[in-house]
């Protein structure tokens, strides 16, 4: 009888959950049809109402709106999800989350968002997901909310700021709320004040950005509060620009440093003013661009270490050019500047004009490996992943140089020719040789240089003409044949050049930098760091 | 120098002798010759290597329609490798030596200003694809690309509606030529005029390829975060925005927070970029690839076919090239001959239907009437329509915005027949006025 009882009561309860599971559902169903007709203001209501339900059912559907992956499609009127799966989009039923096949684009009509919804749904997948289990996503949530300070959140921040435990999330979660509040006319003057205070403490621009428009909005001691919170952010904001610029320097640096630093060899060491230097630079970077393009469409899986094997072949492709360009032509030039320079600057056409008919006139997209995509915040600076690689890598290749040049026996011959070419010949260095090595040795590193430009810059035929210039500056500002003097260089003037650029504007600023060389050379016409001795003569 | 100079001869003297084989079939003396005048080496070939193949492929299908007035059309290619005096220098060459009827060409507007001479001097016709600073109107040339009333302007008025963000704060980013220093003198005055107040304005520029853009990216992060909706209106010019998109991805900057329309990126500049971290950003033209009408299906499945590439998008200086070629290839139908003169005041009030679904007219001051399309950059390199013009926008040669052309206009029709008449003073300043 019992048993009987129980079995009874407990089938009645289970009943009623799946009745009222059923009326989420059909409420999520109406939900979601109100979101998919319409126009864009429609949306925006319709939004709203799926973030009021408090249903984590939408998250996913909010989510692949935002991403502009919900459809409906032709053929049933169904709000499906699509994701690209080979030449067509596998669909799952968007209320449900059940498969639904595939279909061709064409048979799907795309639910259309723009900037202003994405920021709505951004608020309101925040507001959905802040009793997530997952502490990343809250953390996320309330950075969302932060940003967007949407006023309807606001009691569902209240909870969950009730029972989250993580003291980092609690934080960005009190401080989403005190945006909030600050954003709420009605709240009260002490309240305001308590959040001001909160937000003070972050300390970041979008802070700033909130103080200041509380201290215009508002008056009394709310509007002094503000401007004195908004007064200390900046200020501690200032200091921190100044280590901006510091670190936008050496970033820029340690780009001037890589494209330079094989002309420092070829022209530095060797006498040769090569022109066609910069298209070796590009030639490393179409290098990348290809091993990419197999890597895509035969081994996909390889995509993050593409750039690790494009380093070597960068190096050999640009090197082996090098060697056949010291062969055929530039040996011929030994002692003749003009000749050689004359020579190189027609040779650097051919060569972007090569590069063009083989691979077409438009830019080519080389594609960021995950590890050097996105950026981390240190203190109030923003250090993006590709920028630091780049500055590690133009040490590691400096570094690999140095030893080189000082610890094996090819930078022995090649530091002994260029200092007395007769005198190396008459001991048995084999002087043509090692001429052609050095400059393949110039070459080959400005291929590395391609790699990493292939990143930052359009990988197009012109890649290379905009380094020839800047590389020829270092070159010459450094000291000619000085490889530390190059380093030196280099690091100078990317970071006099981004201390120049916020004040005198990036025109001027160039101005004033080539200005600065030209009168530092009447100075010292051998540069930062002269060669000593009778060679030089 | 010598030896560049000469080898850059070399190839465009290889580069006629191409373009004379090919046509070598057709008879000589029975064709009309047309001038293609893109730079097809150097700096600006990225953008106008592609314009010359659109102008190859019109030609080519308008001898299968049986040509113009029963004859053939004679393609004369030449290239002026991104150097302005050289194009002079070429188009002289076009309109003396090959006797061309017409002449598409030129990007830049330094470019089109070298030219402009030459065409007035030898009475040529120039047809100029792509959209400019305005500010002009010469009896020899035809502007099919946008005027800042036909791009900058409604671009500026999207973003200040609800619907693009009720934008209050504004950085004008340009690279440092004619082009960006005009529209944002022009956008600047016009900003002005509807209340937005100076120090809501930040005006910046760089030089032409700027690679390292660090320190701008974060001077416009700076800017916005004064507690007003900001975005970035921005005329820089080829190479230069993939790095300095790339940065903005980079930084962190979403649309959402600060969106950044561009006036110079289509569909062809984006093709070198992983547009995933850039969605949402928006660009203003006439023409997106994406729109979908008859017309411009037809015209992208051609254009994939001539060019051997079922992934070749189009653009919008490319749909600009299309109307200027029927409209001069209706006018000469029109006028009975290729006659300059005749064939110029045909083309006044010419209509042909353009790629976005509406009829183009080709007005008295030598520029056309176009739709103005807003559209956000989706994660395939494409846009998204987000706002039109409900109808089509006729092009203004003067701005009425700024003080030194407010009271001028350009009209080629009789009886005054003049590119910048001063209404106030009734006359027309001629050549004296820029």
Redesign the interface.
């Known amino acids: 009888m019992l048993f009987l009882r129980s079995v009874s009561v407990l089938l009645s309860v289970l009943a009623s959950l799946a009745l009222a599971g059923a009326a989420l559902a059909a409420d999520l169903a109406t939900l979601v049809g109100n979101l998919t007709s319409g126009g864009?203001s429609e949306r925006e209501g319709a939004i709203t109402a799926l973030a009021a339900s408090g249903d984590e059912r939408a998250v996913p559907i909010l989510e692949a709106l935002g991403?502009?992956q919900l459809y409906i499609r032709n053929s049933d009127k169904l709000a499906v999800i699509g994701t690209v799966d080979g030449n067509k989009l596998a669909l799952t039923e968007a209320v449900s989350g059940k498969p639904a096949g595939s279909a061709d684009e064409a048979d799907l009509e795309r639910v259309?968002v723009?900037?202003?919804l994405?920021?709505t749904i951004?608020a309101a997948v925040g507001s959905l997901t802040l009793m997530s289990p997952n502490s990343r996503t809250r953390l996320s949530a309330a950075d969302a909310l932060f940003?967007r300070r949407d006023a309807t959140a606001l009691a569902a921040l209240d909870q969950a700021l009730t029972v989250e435990k993580d003291p980092r999330i609690k934080r960005a979660m009190s401080e989403a709320r005190a945006a909030i509040v600050l954003a709420t006319a009605e709240s009260s003057p002490a309240q305001k004040l308590a959040a001001i205070a909160l937000v003070r403490e972050r300390g970041d621009?979008?802070s700033?950005?909130?103080?200041?428009?509380?201290a215009?909005a508002s008056d009394g001691e709310v509007k002094t509060a503000a401007a004195a919170a908004a007064e200390s952010i900046e200020q501690s904001l200032a200091a921190w620009?100044m280590a901006?610029?510091v670190w936008?320097g050496i970033?820029?640096g340690s780009?001037l440093l890589l494209a330079a630093i094989g002309l420092a060899i070829t022209f530095g060491t060797m006498g040769v003013i090569n022109m066609a230097h910069g298209e070796m630079v590009m030639l490393g970077a179409y290098t990348t661009f290809v091993v990419q393009e197999v890597i895509r469409t035969s081994a996909p899986h390889l995509f993050d270490v593409s750039l690790v094997i494009a380093l070597p072949l960068a190096f050999l492709v640009s090197g082996a050019i090098g060697i056949l360009i010291e062969r055929t032509i530039i040996r011929f030039l030994y002692g003749r500047p003009l000749d050689t320079l004359?020579?190189t600057?027609?040779l650097s056409?051919?060569l972007?004009?090569a590069v063009?008919s083989i691979f077409?006139?438009?830019?080519?997209?080389v594609?960021?490996p995950s590890w050097m995509?996105?950026?981390f915040q240190l203190g109030q600076l923003?250090i993006?992943y590709?920028?630091l690689w780049i500055v590690v890598f133009a040490l590691i290749v400096f570094a690999s140089l140095i030893l080189l040049l000082r610890k094996t026996p090819l930078g022995l011959y090649m530091r002994a020719v260029t200092q007395n070419r007769p005198m190396a010949s008459a001991v048995g260095i084999r002087t043509p040789r090692v001429d052609a090595l050095t400059f393949g040795l110039g070459s080959g590193i400005a291929g590395l240089a391609g790699v990493a430009l292939s990143q930052?810059?359009?990988?197009?035929?012109?890649l290379g003409?905009?380094y020839i210039i800047d590389s020829f500056m270092v070159v010459v500002f450094g000291g000619v044949g000085n490889l530390f003097g190059t380093l030196i260089g280099a690091l100078t003037l990317g970071v006099v050049?981004?201390f120049l650029?916020?004040y005198a504007?990036?025109?001027l600023g160039?101005i004033l930098v080539l200005v600065f060389i030209i009168l530092f050379i009447q100075r010292r016409p051998r540069g930062l760091f002269a060669l000593k001795g009778r060679s030089v003569e | 120098m010598k030896l560049g100079t000469l080898m850059r001869t070399g190839l465009v003297a290889a580069g006629l002798v191409a373009s004379a084989a090919t046509s070598a079939f057709a008879q000589a003396g029975d064709t009309i010759k047309v001038g293609i005048l893109h730079s097809l080496s150097g700096t600006m070939a990225i953008s106008e290597t592609t314009l010359k193949d659109v102008v190859l492929m019109l030609v080519e299908e308008q001898n299968k329609k049986g040509g113009l007035l029963g004859k053939k059309l004679e393609p004369v290619v030449v290239d002026p490798a991104s150097n302005w005096p050289l194009f002079a220098e070429k188009a002289r060459e076009l309109l003396q030596k090959e006797k061309v009827a017409v002449v598409f060409g030129c990007w830049t507007s330094v470019s089109r200003k070298s030219v402009l001479p030459v065409f007035e001097e030898l009475n040529g016709i120039l047809f100029y694809p792509v959209q400019y600073e305005g500010q002009e109107s010469q009896r020899n040339v035809f502007y099919t690309g946008a005027a800042p009333n036909q791009q900058a302007i409604p671009a500026v008025d999207y973003l200040m509606s609800k619907d693009g963000g009720n934008v209050k704060r504004w950085v004008l980013a340009g690279t440092d030529y004619v082009y960006p220093r005009t529209t944002n003198k022009i956008l600047e005055a016009y900003l002005l005029q509807k209340g937005v107040p100076k120090e809501d304005i930040m005006i910046n520029y760089t030089p032409f390829g700027h690679s390292d853009w660090q320190s701008i990216v974060a001077d416009i992060k700076k800017f916005g975060s004064a507690g007003k909706k900001t975005a970035v209106v921005s005329t820089i010019n080829g190479d230069a925005n993939v790095p300095f998109y790339k940065e903005l991805g980079n930084q962190g900057i979403k649309a959402k927070d600060i969106p950044v329309v561009a006036f110079s990126v289509g569909e062809e500049e984006l093709a070198g970029v992983d547009t995933k971290p850039l969605v949402g950003h928006l660009a203003a033209w006439n023409y997106f690839q994406s729109v979908k009408d008859p017309a411009n299906a037809e015209f992208i499945k051609t254009w994939q076919a001539f060019t051997k590439n079922p992934k070749r998008v189009t653009n919008d200086p490319m749909e600009a090239s299309v109307i200027g070629f029927r409209m001069w290839v209706e006018a000469v139908k029109k006028a009975g001959t290729t006659d300059p003169d005749k064939v110029i005041d045909a083309l006044i009030g010419i209509k042909v239907p353009n790629l976005t679904g509406g009829i183009s007219e080709m007005l008295p001051n030598h520029h056309i009437t176009k739709p103005v399309l807003i559209g956000e950059i989706e994660g395939n390199g494409q846009f998204d329509v987000v706002w039109k013009t409900p109808g089509l926008v006729p092009g203004a040669a003067w701005s009425p915005i700024l003080d030194d052309s407010k009271n001028l206009k350009a009209d080629w029709t009789k009886p005054v027949n003049c590119g910048n008449f001063d209404t106030v003073a009734n006359k027309c300043i001629g050549k004296a006025a820029k």
Request: aromatic share 2%; hydrophobic share 30%.
């Open positions: 864009l991403a502009g259309r723009n900037n202003r994405r920021g951004e940003k621009r979008d700033l950005g909130i103080l200041k428009t509380v215009a620009q901006q610029n936008y970033s820029l780009v004359l020579a600057w027609g056409l051919v972007q004009q063009r077409g006139s438009s830019n080519r997209e594609g960021a995509s996105g950026a923003n993006t590709g920028r930052i810059d359009n990988v197009s035929p012109n003409q905009g050049n981004k650029e916020p504007g990036a025109v160039k």
